[in-house]
C-alpha cells in the first residue's frame, strides 16, 4: 500500500527541517512536494508573489504522484481546508495517510522563529499571518485533518529535543505520552479563533 506524509505545523515550528530526515533516513519517502522550494524556483525574489502561483503547481504535482501509486509526502500549515479533498482522493485510491503535526506552545515562539530565520537569510511571513495560520492549524488539525487519517502523531517542537504528545488514528487516540499537552490542544481546537489583528490570545 503506497503512503502519504501530510507534515504539518504552523510557520517557524520546524516542519521541514525535521522533514528532511524523517522522510529520506526514518521513512524512505524521497518525494517531497514544497510549496515555499516550488515558489523559490518560481520567483527567487519574490516569494509572496509566487505562493498561489507555487500552490497550482503543488496541487498538480500531488496528483501526479498519487497516480503513479508512489510515496509521497507534502508540507502544510493545515490552515486553509483545501488539502481535505485532496486527502480524501488519494485515500481513495489506496493510500496510508500519516499526518505528523509539529507544535509550538505559543504563536509568540512562531514568530520568533520566523523572524531569526529572516535573520538567517530566509523568507519572511507577515506577523498577522503567522498567527493567524497558528490558531486556524489547530483547529483544523483536529476537526478536519485528523479524521481523515490512518495515523497521527502530535510532536511538541517548542524545546530541544521535541517530545512525542500522543499518537492514534482517525478521532481516536491510541497513546497519550504528555497528558497536559494534548488536553492544552483540544481546549485549543475548540476555542473560538482569536482576532488576530489585535493582541494575540496567550496559550494557557
Not at 504539518?8 to 515555499?36: H, P, W
Not at 497558528?134 to 529535543?161: A, E
Request: aromatic share 8%; with cysteine; glycine share 6%.
Amino acid at each position: 500500500m503506497p503512503n502519504l506524509y501530510v507534515i504539518s505545523g504552523c510557520n517557524g515550528s520546524g516542519k521541514t527541517t525535521a522533514s528532511y530526515t524523517i522522510l529520506s533516513e526514518m521513512l524512505q519517502c524521497r518525494n517531497f512536494v514544497n510549496s515555499d522550494e516550488i515558489a523559490r524556483g518560481l520567483s527567487p525574489f519574490n516569494l509572496p508573489g509566487a505562493a498561489i502561483d507555487a500552490g497550482r503547481v503543488m496541487v498538480k504535482k500531488i496528483r501526479e504522484l498519487t497516480a503513479a501509486k508512489g510515496d509521497f509526502a507534502f508540507e502544510t500549515t493545515l490552515a486553509v481546508r483545501s488539502y481535505a479533498k485532496l486527502i480524501e482522493n488519494t485515500r481513495k485510491k489506496g493510500y496510508d495517510i500519516t499526518l505528523i503535526y509539529f507544535w509550538l506552545n505559543h504563536p509568540d515562539l512562531a514568530v520568533e522563529r520566523v523572524k531569526n530565520r529572516v535573520e538567517a537569510g530566509g523568507h519572511n511571513i507577515p506577523e498577522n499571518v503567522i498567527r493567524r495560520r497558528y490558531w486556524s492549524g489547530i483547529h483544523n488539525l483536529f476537526h478536519l485533518y485528523m479524521p481523515l487519517t490512518d495515523r497521527w502523531l502530535l510532536i511538541n517542537n517548542s524545546d530541544t529535543p521535541a517530545t512525542l504528545i500522543a499518537e492514534g488514528s482517525g478521532t481516536k487516540e491510541t497513546k497519550v505520552y504528555h497528558k497536559e499537552d494534548y488536553q492544552l490542544l483540544q481546549t485549543l481546537s475548540q476555542s473560538p479563533l482569536p482576532d488576530v489583528t489585535k493582541q494575540s490570545a496567550p496559550v494557557q
